[in-house]
């Protein structure tokens, strides 16, 4: 039996989601929340908290994300990453459930949780201030105005859904403006799987 | 950065569909010349639009104007080719750099080189990117042209026929080059002039016959590929005003009329694909050269294969399994395989990918698919640019496996 999607009690762009008695939340990214400074830093603060809320939460951004960012963070806190494009819904991190024991106590408890988490978030925070940075000046030389044969790529939407564990209904967002040899191909997740130790046995 | 032969395209992604193009050549000027001075040039080498500039009288060209990748490959020691190369990509790099102080990093710059280049091309272009980096390059790495065609397609499994003016290349790909399995033909567009060549002064034409601009063309407007050469003969003879080859060359009176020979059509696209029809005997022995094999760098280049029993020597280099999946996807790419099919003689005429997958079938291959890149001009490049896109940035050259960013020192 699947996932069935519930009330968004916590009204951000997100999606919740009840298997059985386990609750799973998923907080999107589009492609223009990419280039504000603090979005994917709110987004990673926001999914920390409702930690104890839901059993299972995960970011799901557009898969230009995917080669800037470190998948070890998102592992080390047990949240899920999910990449999307026009074709296809990948899950690069699958999200920890939170092991039971971990619940809320006593408030000192949390003071010092809470604490350990903001250090921890400090320095997520600098690690992805140098991503937006770089993601900001390709964005910026995506939109430059002088360019003779300029045009505006933005970041397709997905249109078919392929992992099966959590079972995720079809999102359309707004439709992508690449260059025409990018849609559709199958090189782009073949080269960004690159060094990741997926080498195919034929090769050259 | 595409390497061509004739072109040298490059550009960012922002360019959209097509890159920008300027000829892959150089002019070394005469630091004593008028023009020279006049333009207060500092650059020992000229390359891009500005080079028609200074080019003086037609003795220059043969010393001085540089086309530094004739058949692909440049020899190590060639000073002046690796010189025109260094300027072309700091021209090509200048020509898009960006506002200053606005956080730009540096490229990712992807270069593309003919799939049998050796190793000390990698390492002489690497070089000329880290002693040429003024903060334009983060990082670089370099992929065979075949391996680029393949990516711009958007075909993960597939043969790519490379066909330019000095040879053809025969590369499989499986999500990777597979190198070892390459076949190199020493025979390209220039050997399909020579052929036209002789043929106009067959016809008359000797004086003209000479002009190599002008050869190219008239193979480019009379050149017909057969699906069988002896049966378009013969259609050709018993019906030779349907095939007359008639080409009126622009802005003179030049004619040339091909007139009852006008079957000879059939031999120029014919030539390119298999040269072993004995017709081509009574040419050779009149003294055009015959394709022989060579060895350039690494590799060995057959003059004599024809296309078909080029694909399946290899294939068959390639794991049995493979096999099918490649014959399903055969990519023809380059200037090469641009030939027109009239309407009228669609008979007799065909496209190079019907001639190919004749010359497979003739040979037992069958379940073939066969097709041109989606832009045969631009494909190289557009696959240069889904490379730099996707690849990881953490992604490290390797010197075995040949792929991977390398870093460039600022």
């Not at chain 2, 060549?197 to 002008?214: H, M, P, Q, T």
Request: with cysteine; aromatic share 8%.
């Amino acid at each position: 039996m699947g996932a069935q999607q519930t009330v968004n009690m916590d009204q951000d762009q997100g999606l919740s989601f009840l298997m059985g008695v386990k609750k799973a939340h998923v907080l999107i990214l589009k492609p223009d929340d990419l280039a504000q400074r603090n979005a994917i830093l709110d987004a990673i603060l926001n999914l920390s908290a409702l930690k104890y809320t839901y059993r299972l939460v995960y970011l799901a951004a557009p898969r230009l994300f995917g080669a800037s960012v470190d998948a070890l963070m998102f592992k080390s806190r047990g949240i899920g990453l999910l990449f999307y494009d026009e074709r296809r819904i990948d899950e690069a991190v699958p999200a920890q459930p939170l092991q039971t024991g971990q619940e809320p106590g006593p408030s000192q408890q949390d003071d010092k949780a809470v604490v350990a988490e903001l250090a921890t978030l400090k320095t997520m925070y600098l690690e992805m201030e140098q991503t937006i940075n770089q993601l900001r000046n390709d964005l910026t030389a995506l939109n430059n105005p002088h360019s003779m044969h300029e045009q505006t790529p933005r970041i397709p939407r997905p249109t078919q859904v392929i992992t099966t564990q959590p079972s995720f209904p079809q999102n359309p967002m707004h439709v992508g403006e690449l260059p025409s040899y990018f849609v559709n191909n199958p090189w782009l997740d073949v080269l960004s799987k690159r060094g990741c130790g997926e080498r195919d046995p034929i090769a050259g | 950065m595409d390497f061509g032969t004739s072109d040298f395209k490059f550009g960012p992604i922002t360019l959209g569909e097509q890159p920008r193009i300027v000829n892959n050549r150089g002019y070394f000027p005469d630091k004593n010349s008028v023009m020279y001075k006049a333009f207060e040039a500092t650059s020992d080498v000229i390359v891009g639009d500005d080079v028609p500039l200074y080019l003086q009288s037609a003795e220059d060209l043969s010393s001085r104007l540089i086309y530094p990748m004739r058949n692909g490959m440049i020899e190590r020691n060639d000073d002046q080719a690796w010189r025109v190369v260094r300027s072309l990509t700091t021209y090509g790099l200048d020509t898009f750099k960006p506002q200053p102080n606005n956080g730009f990093q540096g490229y990712y710059v992807v270069a593309s080189l003919s799939s049998v280049c050796p190793r000390y091309m990698y390492e002489r272009l690497m070089s000329t990117f880290s002693e040429n980096n003024h903060g334009m390059i983060r990082a670089v790495t370099v992929i065979p042209q075949p391996f680029a065609v393949a990516i711009g397609h958007g075909v993960t499994t597939c043969v790519v026929i490379e066909s330019g003016h000095g040879n053809s290349q025969v590369c499989p790909i499986s999500k990777y080059p597979i190198r070892a399995a390459q076949v190199a033909l020493n025979r390209g567009g220039g050997d399909a002039n020579a052929i036209t060549s002789e043929i106009l002064k067959d016809a008359g034409y000797g004086d003209l016959a000479n002009e190599e601009a002008l050869v190219r063309k008239v193979k480019e407007n009379i050149g017909l590929v057969p699906e069988d050469l002896d049966r378009a003969i013969h259609e050709a003879k018993r019906s030779p005003r349907r095939v007359r080859a008639r080409y009126r060359v622009p802005g003179t009176r030049v004619e040339i009329d091909l007139e009852k020979d006008s079957w000879s059509r059939f031999l120029i696209g014919e030539y390119v694909f298999n040269p072993n029809h004995e017709l081509y005997e009574s040419y050779f022995n009149r003294g055009m050269p015959k394709p022989r094999d060579v060895k350039m760098g690494d590799t060995v280049f057959k003059g004599m294969l024809d296309f078909g029993e080029a694909i399946i020597a290899s294939v068959e280099r390639c794991p049995v399994e493979l096999q099918t999946l490649l014959y399903r996807e055969v990519l023809l790419s380059g200037g090469n395989f641009s030939w027109s099919v009239p309407t009228k003689i669609q008979d007799v005429a065909v496209d190079a990918p019907t001639k190919v997958k004749a010359l497979l079938r003739d040979r037992g291959i069958r379940n073939v698919s066969v097709k041109m890149t989606n832009s045969p001009q631009f494909s190289v490049w557009h696959g240069c640019i889904i490379y730099g896109f996707a690849v990881p940035e953490n992604y490290e050259w390797d010197w075995q496996r040949l792929e991977g960013w390398m870093r460039v020192p600022n």
